[in-house]
């Protein structure tokens, strides 16, 4: 229930969705007074969620950006997150924008900083496909010269509590004590983190995907921008999910 009511929520916060819904209030009303109350109110939402400047700000306050690991320091594990590969509709899959994921976790099994790497991920869609992320993930490690015996995958969670819940499964059963590397993308990293602590799970953040390191300001970010309402989305997103599962869940 719980995890539909979240794909639900998340199609209601869809920006372009409320914008697109003021302008055909906009276009239809009768009223003078309220045609340009709504046409206002589409404008003004579309430009401040469309505004660069605003969103970088949102990612520099919310985004986890340093890890807290010791230097030096040897895991048992790092937990790899899923949501970095998609179905390619041909029973397979591909990377896609969060593949840093991918990239950091074969980075700290080759350095040695993790011992094993446990991969999380199965098919977050509401009606699935065959896909399941930790399958197809655990042959790119094998094509990566991952030995087969460092990898821990389980393919059923459709969302993060469930990589938490799952995931604590399967260190239990492999008997891998704890601290462990949570690795997930910088703006995921805050809710994540609490998830996993939630459930008892004893894991330092290795942030990566990172939208960016440092905070800057030029002209273009006053200028609508496209790609600053898919960045929007994300951390509404993220907001939602982390006040309804702290509170709620």
């Not at 894991?203 to 440092?214: E, I, L, Q």
Request: aromatic letters at 14%; proline letters at 2%; a positive charge.
């Amino acid at each position: 229930m719980f995890f539909i009511f979240s794909k639900v929520l998340s199609f209601l916060m869809n920006l372009l969705l409320w914008v697109f819904a003021f302008l055909l209030i906009a276009l239809f009303s009768k009223n003078v007074k309220r045609k340009r109350k709504f046409l206002l109110t589409s404008i003004i939402v579309l430009y401040i969620f469309s505004n660069s400047l605003l969103l970088n700000l949102v990612s520099w306050c919310w985004d986890i950006r340093e890890t807290t690991m010791p230097a030096g320091k040897k895991y048992t594990c790092a937990i790899v997150l899923g949501g970095f590969s998609s179905d390619d509709g041909n029973g397979g899959g591909f990377f896609n924008s969060a593949a840093d994921r991918f990239i950091q976790g074969v980075r700290l099994q080759k350095t040695g900083q993790a011992r094993y790497l446990l991969v999380s991920g199965g098919n977050g869609l509401l009606m699935p496909s065959g896909f399941r992320e930790a399958d197809w993930v655990r042959e790119q490690y094998r094509e990566m010269q991952v030995p087969d015996s460092c990898v821990l995958s389980e393919s059923k969670s459709r969302n993060t509590i469930e990589n938490a819940a799952f995931s604590k499964e399967l260190l239990k059963q492999h008997k891998l004590k704890g601290p462990y590397l949570l690795v997930t993308s910088a703006f995921h990293m805050r809710r994540s983190l609490m998830i996993f602590k939630k459930q008892g799970i004893d894991v330092v953040a290795y942030p990566c995907n990172f939208t960016s390191r440092r905070f800057a300001v030029s002209f273009d970010d006053f200028l609508p921008n496209a790609g600053a309402l898919a960045g929007w989305s994300t951390y509404i997103k993220e907001a939602i999910g982390y006040v309804v599962t702290r509170y709620f869940k």
